[in-house]
């Protein structure tokens, strides 16, 4: 499909298109733009979460709004389209996209993001899946990527952005698990071979002060199994993934989610310093579940949950402050600090 007509049809279309059918409310708020970025402002809290039953009550947005974030990141099973059609599932994107509720919040707050299975395909679906080209448009779409973006020629999803100037600089760096994901014994890769040279340069080539990595699957858990996936269960990639980590030597934080439930986690790498990992699922749906996992800080939650990463620029580095808050009320679930100190 050409891509120029996809995205004029589409996200930035709907808008027009719904102020010619709907009422006067409906106009108001649709009349207002998403919110864009300032990308020379450094960030102070990046929102983030995963797993949302698009057909379930979406009030919530307003407590995530409340925390005012400079950014807000999708982690993937943004809706749950499992064994949809393509056009359907771009139909439930646009659903949600115009839900009143989340559209008062991307008035407010910037959006960016990636995806997991549910939004994908299907239920822990893998790069196999033959209409992921499809599946790619809607998203894009949805997250009202502008056409000349380089995630476009990606085979992928994957997108870095940097935000602030130097010395308080972030750099966001979106995986995608899913699009070249291969299960098959004879390759089990979960990245392929253009994602990690993509992200190899990022990474080499950053002058950030601060990387933030999101990945819609776990990280450092060291369970898989059950119906659970991970980087645990690609160990060839995740000690890959922790190798080019510790040879950038930047402070960094992970973003996850996918599993039901959340918690804080940190390893420490070759280098020295310690990478942390904040888990954040599900914004609609929760488990109270127990695994084990040697490097958890905190408990396991098992209440419904977004996740924020506060950052504030100290003359020696950021300071990070790493949150679960609830997605029923107005409360804080579970706070650490997260120290880049070496041992
Ligand atoms: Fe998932």
Redesign the pocket.
Known sequence: MDRRRFVGQGALGLASLLMAGRGGGAERLQEKPSALIDAQKPLSCLAFG??NRSLLDQSYWKLIAREQPDLWVWL??TIYADGALPDQRRAMFQDLFRNPHYTRFRQQVPIIGTW???DFAGD?QDGRFRDKLASKNSLLEFLEIPEDHPVWGHQGVYQSYSYGPQGQKTQVILLDLRFNMDRQKNVHSLLGDLQWAWLEAELKESDADLIVIGS??NVLSPVNGLGL?GWHGFRQDKARLLELLSACGKPTVLLS??RHFAEFAATRLSNGLPVYEIMSSGLTHALGIKLPHSERIGEMVGLKNFGLVHISWETNGPKITLELRSTERYQSLQAIHAPFTEV
């Open positions: 995963s797993c993937g099973d997991d299975d549910h822990n819609s699957l996936e989610g996918d």
